[in-house]
T-cell receptor
Framework: GEDVEQSLFLSVREGDSSVINCTYT??????LYWYKQEPGAGLQLLTY?????DMKQDQRLTVLLNKKDKHLSLRIADTQTGDSAIYFC?????????FGAGTRLTVKP | DAGVTQSPTHLIKTRGQHVTLRCSPI?????VSWYQQVLGQGPQFIFQ???????GRGNFPDRFSARQFPNYSSELNVNALLLGDSALYLC????????????FGPGTRLTVT
């Protein structure tokens, strides 16, 4: 089974904010990542956060990390139709990364 | 600057055959990792190489092997293909094994019939 868990689907209206949640299990993970995957494509690195931080903002993206609860979230402000994709969170371990199953974000006009 | 490149883009093999997938990392990156992504799932870690040495291996059978060349490009080999090996194989490169962002290539779609 997955060590990293995400809800499978999220649907929002264009212009609204999207919040994608993730829980992980390895407290020794030093970095936590968000990747975006569009149909038929590889993974695009969106942002990442170091485990000693609790928040990181990058333009429309805000990452929140609750290390005590091992909970990570990605907020996309002013969601656009081009944001429709699958979003993966991943925990960075010593030699590998563990991914969740992905959250499919659908943005309705 | 070129990103991570992988070849071929797609290929179809039959059960029992062997396949070789290739990856060229971003210029200056010395670490390459391989992942298998089955349809509807997240990527699963197969191997990580750094400076031509294997640094990590996921829970995959010995039919899977890899190597890294002096120019830091890498090959993933899979022997005795099974139907369950059908997946998108992703290569990721980073400056070093840990604590750095990993950038993914577009993947190779392998279909085993």
């Amino acid at each position: 089974g997955e060590d990293v868990e995400q809800s499978l689907f999220l649907s929002v209206r264009e212009g609204d904010s999207s919040v994608i949640n993730c829980t992980y299990t390895d407290s020794s993970s030093t970095y936590l990542y968000w990747y975006k995957q569009e149909p038929g494509a590889g993974l695009q690195l969106l942002t990442y956060i170091f485990s000693n931080m609790d928040m990181k903002q990058d333009q429309r993206l805000t990452v929140l990390l609750n290390k005590k609860d091992k909970h990570l979230s990605l907020r996309i402000a002013d969601t656009q139709t081009g944001d429709s994709a699958i979003y993966f969170c991943a925990e960075g371990r010593s030699n590998d990364m563990r991914f969740g199953a992905g959250t499919r974000l659908t943005v309705k006009p | 600057d070129a990103g991570v490149t992988q070849s071929p883009t797609h290929l179809i093999k039959t059960r029992g055959q062997h396949v070789t997938l290739r990856c060229s990392p971003i210029s200056g990156h010395k670490s390459v990792s391989w992942y298998q992504q089955v349809l509807g799932q997240g990527p699963q870690f197969i191997f990580q190489y750094y400076e031509k040495e294997e640094r990590g291996r996921g829970n995959f059978p010995d039919r899977f092997s890899a190597r890294q060349f002096p120019n830091y490009s890498s090959e993933l080999n899979v022997n005795a293909l099974l139907l369950g090996d059908s997946a998108l194989y992703l290569c990721a490169s980073s400056l070093a094994p840990t604590g750095y962002e990993q950038y993914f290539g577009p993947g190779t779609r392998l279909t085993v019939t």
